[in-house]
């Protein structure tokens, strides 16, 4: 495993990386600003390309992996719960950079805005979560999709625009056996979730 490649610009950070974290090769923390903070927990394992700006805020809970992404936190937090396993090319973004104007008001129509995913979140290959998405507990995200709203907890929710496709399930990273009782980790996982 590689180091996370450090890129901190500014003041008044709050930056921790627990020592049980292992990155692969190209993993990079990007920081500009002032005033941000990155947390990144125990047994964080992966690829990560994050970039905080702008008094943003990261938190990534223990044991979350990651093939490939990208985490942008502008000026908002991204808040990544415990156990999260993200695929390849995900995207997670609080912002859209570049700003869009109202050309009568002349106001920001596009302001940055939050995403949160919690604990046990499973995100499919090349799926992208736009600010002020939420993903609830035990949840899925399918490959290719493209998240803007909410999704609750134990559901699966798929396509582009994303849309809950299936409530009452969760899943395990072991192969499972196809029948939920006789999937040990599974049963693991629901009990955690019971009463979400």
């Known amino acids: 495993m590689a180091e996370l490649i450090m890129d901190v610009q500014g003041t008044g950070h709050d930056i921790s990386v627990d020592p049980s974290a292992e990155f692969k090769v190209g993993s990079k923390l990007k920081v500009r600003g002032d005033g941000c903070t990155v947390h990144i927990g125990p047994g964080v394992k992966g690829k990560w390309d994050l970039n905080v700006s702008r008094g943003g805020k990261l938190l990534i809970g223990r044991g979350s992996t990651c093939e490939s992404g990208i985490v942008v936190a502008q000026e908002k937090s991204v808040v990544i719960g415990e156990d999260c396993m993200f695929s390849f090319s995900i995207e997670i973004r609080t912002t859209d950079t570049h700003a869009i104007y109202d050309v009568k008001s002349g106001e920001r129509v596009n302001a940055d805005r939050p995403v949160e995913i919690g604990d046990h979140v499973w995100l499919g290959k090349q799926a992208v979560v736009l600010k002020g998405a939420s993903i609830g507990s035990g949840s899925v995200l399918g490959t290719r999709s493209v998240l803007s709203g909410s999704v609750p907890p134990l559901a699966i929710a ?34 955690q979730f019971q009463g979400v």
Do not use: F, S
Request: proline share 3%; net charge neutral.
């Open 158 to 191: 798929a396509g582009v625009p994303a849309r809950v496709v299936r409530e009452g399930a969760t899943w395990t990273r072991r192969i499972g056996k196809g029948i939920l009782e006789e999937d040990v980790e599974a049963m693991k996982v629901l009990d």
